[in-house]
């Protein structure tokens, strides 16, 4: 059997013209972003779109079917129209995200906190046969449906070799001010997926790691850098810039893939804040003149869709006080009846589902 063992982090680098106005216009786009987050008026609440979608794409280059309505829709305590497991899977994303972020807090980006995250992510899910929150013990593959060791794609360390890559990885993700912040990120990113260091959820790990690695080293002010659509719509080059690293020792070629990435999510990202905060501040003023229904804004972003249980539990009302809140926001045109149904009503705030998926606009120079 022929694996790959990677070389301890960093290679040599070579940081020419090219590299520096790649790695130039990536910072700036990503010090954009972390200002906008910093005026953000209820980050956590604005937060969590973006949040969610990066779950469902970060999730979708896995293979799930689940969409951002779905997963809205199955927090809402509503029938989301994807496979139950996917949904599942999707709402492990988020929840690992959270936990992260938060433990952050405590905890230094380490591989103990790679365990933790990867339980979050694989618990109660079809990969949970994969021992979550524990590296793997035995060999992997990485391959077509139907693919051997002999026929992989890419076949990772062995396990015993897996360890000690798994420690130096460690050590160089606590190396400070030896690379730009970006560059060692790219480079962080790219070993741990070539380590695989688990038996199921390793894209979906090493995308965490980026947007904890830069809010660790407080290049992110708030999570709101995703990396996933990025990598699903140029998914084909992702592989193949990782694939030439170990082929051809072609690292330039992966760090400029990277930081085009991180330059058009970070572009692609301060618009979608921006948009958002004007259409929260044009909700508002529709219904400045009820407070409770102003109350309610900010969790029309949380999720669109609201009824008068979550109300109650919301504002801690009654339900007659409930439902004249939710008849507010209706006659000011900001939700919608969407259940048919006189008792048990369902609303969906329209609008606000309409900002979170509106797909990305191609960014230029």
């Not at 046969?129 to 593959?141: D, H, I, K, L, M």
């Amino acid at each position: 059997m022929l694996a790959f063992v990677p070389a301890p982090l960093p290679p040599a680098l070579s940081f020419d013209q090219a590299l520096v106005l790649a790695l130039s216009r990536a910072d700036t786009a990503l010090s954009e972003l972390s200002g906008i987050g910093r005026q953000l008026p209820n980050p956590h609440l604005l937060i969590a779109p973006y949040l969610r979608r990066e779950a469902v794409l970060s999730s979708r280059i896995e293979g799930t079917q689940a969409s951002i309505s779905d997963l809205l829709a199955d927090e809402a305590g509503q029938a989301p129209q994807a496979p139950a497991d996917d949904v599942l899977e999707v709402r492990n994303y988020v929840t690992a995200l959270e936990y992260g972020v938060e433990r952050l807090r405590s905890l230094p980006l380490s591989l103990r906190l790679v365990r933790e995250l990867h339980a979050k992510l694989m618990h109660g899910v079809r990969g949970e046969r994969a021992t979550p929150g524990e590296f793997r013990r035995s060999q992997n593959w990485i391959g077509p449906p139907g693919s051997t060791l002999a026929t992989a794609t890419y076949v990772p360390p062995p396990p015993e070799e897996m360890k000690q890559a798994l420690g130096e990885w460690e050590r160089f993700l606590h190396r400070r001010d030896d690379l730009p912040d970006l560059v060692q990120c790219a480079l962080m990113h790219e070993h741990f997926e070539a380590i695989h260091p688990f038996l199921d959820g390793n894209g979906r790990v090493g995308r965490l790691l980026i947007t904890l690695f830069l809010i660790e080293r407080e290049r992110l002010s708030q999570p709101l850098l995703y990396l996933s659509e990025y990598i699903e719509r140029e998914r084909s080059d992702y592989y193949a810039c990782l694939q030439r690293i170990r082929t051809h020792g072609d690292w330039a070629g992966w760090l400029h893939y990277f930081l085009a990435g991180v330059r058009w999510s970070a572009r692609r990202a301060t618009r979608q804040a921006r948009d958002l905060m004007d259409l929260r501040e044009r909700m508002r003023r529709k219904v400045a003149q009820s407070p409770r229904a102003l109350a309610l804004v900010d969790e029309l972003f949380v999720n669109p869709h609201i009824n008068a249980a979550r109300v109650k539990a919301l504002l801690r009302v009654s339900d007659p006080t409930a439902r004249a809140a939710l008849a507010d926001l209706e006659k000011a045109g900001l939700i919608h009846e969407t259940s048919g149904r006189q008792w048990g009503r369902q609303y969906l705030a329209r609008g606000v589902l309409r900002a979170i998926e509106k797909p990305a606009e191609d960014e230029h120079d």
